[in-house]
């Protein structure tokens, strides 16, 4: 198994822009989020979804959209990229929120948004 | 609103010495805590998960404790090496996670 995957581990992006942050797991896991990692600040949620079809806001959804469509994907979409989205992402995925088990994480994607 | 905190911020240990991190919560009705490892531009590995209905879970020189009716929980490492130089996280919940600001460990030689 690949575990969690992310692209592009690297954007660089103009105030502005739009893009889409990729997120695929082969261990058939009902469950996906989506963090971001900021200096001080820990890891806080951004979305999830507790399985194809359905999502739900986490913490701090401002800025954000996510669909999922099937169970191996959850992309992350910035619709208008702005300096305070610099930050590190991380997308997880579980066996399901509730059933006891660890969560996997991806590699992380960096943004830097100018 | 649950709230998670570790303390320090930060630790620097000679190599051997065994050591405790600190994670606190506000809200005692948790379902899982888990400990994770995060070394520098790379992403969180799983170390230890406590169920709520747990006392402690150990995995080789690791061994993670909670206390819900203190809001604590602990994670010992013994013996350290220079390996297990990286920040550690702890967070609350199944799920939705709530993390705490993390310990960065540094073991020197």
């Known amino acids: 198994n690949a575990g969690v995957t992310q692209t592009p581990k690297f954007q660089v992006l103009k105030t502005g822009q739009s893009m889409t942050l990729q997120c695929a797991q082969d261990m058939n896991h009902e469950y996906m989020s989506w963090y971001r990692q900021d200096p001080g600040m820990g890891l806080r949620l951004i979305h999830y979804s507790v399985g194809a079809g359905i999502t739900d806001q986490g913490e701090v959804p401002n800025g954000y959209n996510v669909s999922r469509s099937t169970t191996e994907d959850f992309p992350l979409r910035l619709l208008s990229a702005a300096p305070s989205q610099t930050s590190v992402y991380f997308c997880?995925?579980?066996?399901?929120?509730?059933?006891?088990?660890?969560?996997?994480f991806g590699p992380g994607t960096r943004l830097l948004v100018l | 609103k649950q709230e998670v905190t570790q303390i320090p911020a930060a630790l620097s240990v000679p190599e051997g010495e065994n050591l405790v991190l600190n994670c606190s919560f506000t809200?005692?009705?948790?379902?899982?805590l888990q400990w994770f490892r995060q070394d520098p531009g790379k992403g969180l590995t799983s170390l230890l998960l406590i169920q709520s209905s747990q006392r402690e879970q150990t995995s080789g020189r690791l061994n993670a404790s909670l206390d819900k009716s203190s809001g604590r929980s602990t994670l010992y490492i013994a013996a350290s090496q220079p390996g297990d130089s990286a920040t550690y996280l702890c967070?609350?919940?199944?799920?939705?996670?709530?993390f705490g600001q993390g310990t960065t460990l540094q073991v020197k030689p």
């Open positions: 967070a609350v919940g199944t799920g939705k996670l709530i």
């Open positions: 809200d005692s009705a948790i379902y899982n």
């Open positions: 997880a995925s579980q066996t399901g929120q509730g059933a006891p088990g660890s969560q996997y």
